[in-house]
């Protein structure tokens, strides 16, 4: 049975910049990427959350849905955010009823893709925000919290995943925030879910210890659905592994995408004026 092609969800307007710009990218200078962006087909692009809210507030004097309003209006693809549970968007928790209130308001807004996460993998405090996004018509994405010790072991984060699934939850994603998956770690982990789950796999991992490329496609040859990518030069390093990149390490494989080249080089040019603009940061 042949497998689809893997999906590439883009990340150089939210964990991109986050990555590797301390978060300063403005939606002045996002707008004029929006149209190729969208263009290429990528399986959904991120655009909000993280600590995106956080900057444009504290640092950037930008109300936080003005940004996704813009951003919606000049795009078509399925938008996704980053959730951090009872946390939403923020570093303490919240009742559930803030937490009912700021998803239902982000889907009508245009946020479509809600990625939810606790970073101790306690899936009590995702429980609520996966159920209002759910209730709003949007789609839940349950993340796994990749790192190591002497209880993560590879069954542990199966069983983890099946936790998710069961929650209700549309994907998942397994979240390597700190670039620490191996190649090998990422197969045998994918390949145990896709024994237990029905649901879409996301993988997102960070290059940050030089290993994002060959953990995603150890993640390909897994059957992974999608990974997440940036475009250089907020691409690399502390971020996930260029689009560009990607597509040269999939060459001939069977489940290579089609995203244009021409168009990614376009991006790449435009998005290093402004890394330029933003070089204090950088």
């Known amino acids: 049975m042949s497998i689809p092609p893997v999906q590439f969800n883009n990340t150089v307007i939210r964990d991109g910049h986050q990555s590797l710009a301390a978060t300063r990218m403005t939606t002045a200078q996002i707008i004029p990427a929006l149209e190729m962006l969208d263009s290429l087909g990528f399986g959904c692009i991120e655009t909000w959350g993280g600590a995106t809210i956080d900057a444009g507030l504290r640092f950037l004097n930008e109300f936080p849905f003005d940004r996704l309003d813009a951003i919606r209006k000049r795009t078509k693809s399925d938008h996704m955010m980053l959730l951090r549970g009872q946390n939403i968007v923020q570093y303490a928790h919240f009742p559930d009823d803030v937490v009912e209130a700021f998803i239902t308001k982000s889907a009508e807004h245009g946020m479509n893709i809600f990625r939810i996460f606790d970073a101790l993998n306690d899936y009590r405090n995702i429980a609520t925000a996966v159920n209002a996004a759910r209730k709003a018509g949007a789609h839940a994405q349950g993340v796994l919290c990749y790192t190591t010790s002497p209880v993560h072991s590879i069954e542990k984060f199966i ?31 994918i390949k145990g879910l896709k024994r ?13 210890a030089g290993m994002g490329a060959p953990t995603y496609l150890a993640g390909t040859e897994a059957g992974v659905d999608a990974i997440d990518t940036s475009i250089l030069p907020f691409a690399n390093g502390t971020a996930q592994p260029d689009t560009a990149r990607m597509l040269a390490m999939l060459e001939n494989h069977p489940r290579k995408p089609d995203y244009n080249l021409d168009t990614l080089a376009a991006l790449q040019g435009y998005f290093t004026t402004v890394y330029q603009e933003l070089a204090e940061f950088t």
């Open 159 to 189: 069983q983890m995943g099946v936790g998710i699934e069961e929650m209700g939850c549309d994907s998942i994603c397994i979240k390597d925030m700190a670039g620490l998956i191996p190649p090998w770690v990422a197969y045998d982990l």
């Open 196 to 208: 237990k789950v029905k649901i879409p796999i996301v993988l997102h991992t960070h290059d940050t």
